[in-house]
């Protein structure tokens, strides 16, 4: 089976109508297709059909595309029928090895689509305060055209994606990273320049579970647990770094884990849970 027409990009975003690579679940066990095959994977609410210019898929789920040409990514436009009657056009893009997984709703039901095309491993997404961004991992995309902007540098081979930040004047981003085989618990945090990609700091902080920047973007906070000392009662920890300079500036400790933390917008006050 071809794509019906082959494009040259090298990702692509879905927000309200337009695609975007999102990760897979973490633990998600997916046997790896060949470099010219891809599977296309729909879930629709019963009842509904999709069909192409060319061919009427009725209520079938799963596509197949082989002999793809590897490395090429082909686009191939659908027509979805819901069961309330309502249609929509959807645009999935096709690239062999990859699996894409379209999921949704009808849209009398007022929800939100999802849509995951990617093999990168991501827990956190964060969206620019202007809107013009999104940080999924360590991917930037531009959340109005869909264009992927860059991959932030993996200089050791990390675990990504326990938290992701932008800051407000959308000069840095930070993300919170493991190694795989470390087991000290000490995650490190890396902040990029977002424009360029440079690296301009690396921390080390406890388990990392919620990062923020302040909203002048001159600090970030960094919160979570430290489990180094386990056995004698682990405790929530919040780290402050001025990213001017480097250098802490102040460490908030608590009598309990940290799994979530949030500024208000003057950067006065911060609730942790």
Not at 102 to 115: C, I, K, N, Q, T
Not at 268 to 273: E, L, R
Request: with cysteine; aromatic share 8%; hydrophobic share 40%.
């Amino acid at each position: 089976m071809k794509a019906s027409t082959r494009i040259r990009l090298s990702y692509t975003i879905a927000l309200a109508g337009i695609l975007w690579p999102t990760p897979p679940l973490h633990g998600q066990d997916v046997a790896k297709l060949p470099s010219n095959q891809c599977v296309a994977e729909f879930t629709l609410p019963d009842g509904a059909t999709f069909k192409t210019s060319d061919r009427d898929y009725g209520t079938k789920r799963t596509l197949s595309y082989d002999a793809l040409t590897p490395g090429t990514i082909y686009q191939t436009n659908f027509e979805i029928r819901f069961p309330s009657g309502q249609m929509v056009s959807k645009r999935v893009l096709i690239e062999g090895g990859r699996r894409v997984k379209v999921a949704m709703l009808d849209p009398a039901v007022g929800r939100p689509e999802v849509m995951l095309q990617s093999n990168d491993t991501t827990g956190d997404v964060a969206w620019s305060k202007d809107g013009r961004y999104v940080l999924a991992g360590r991917t930037l995309c531009d959340a109005k055209t869909g264009r992927h902007l860059r991959q932030f540098p993996n200089p050791t081979q990390f675990l990504w994606g326990l938290a992701v930040a932008i800051s407000p004047d959308n000069s840095l981003v930070a993300l919170a990273a493991k190694a795989s085989n470390m087991g000290s618990g000490i995650d490190r945090i890396f902040v990029y320049k977002l424009a360029t990609g440079q690296l301009v700091h690396k921390f080390e902080g406890v388990r990392t579970r919620a990062l923020s920047f302040g909203p002048k973007s001159r600090t970030l906070f960094a919160s979570g647990f430290d489990t180094r000392g386990f056995e004698k009662d682990s405790i929530g920890v919040t780290q402050v770094w001025d990213v001017r300079t480097g250098k802490t500036v102040r460490v908030i400790r608590s009598n309990r884990w940290i799994s979530t933390m949030a500024l208000s917008v003057d950067g006065k006050t911060m609730v942790t849970w």
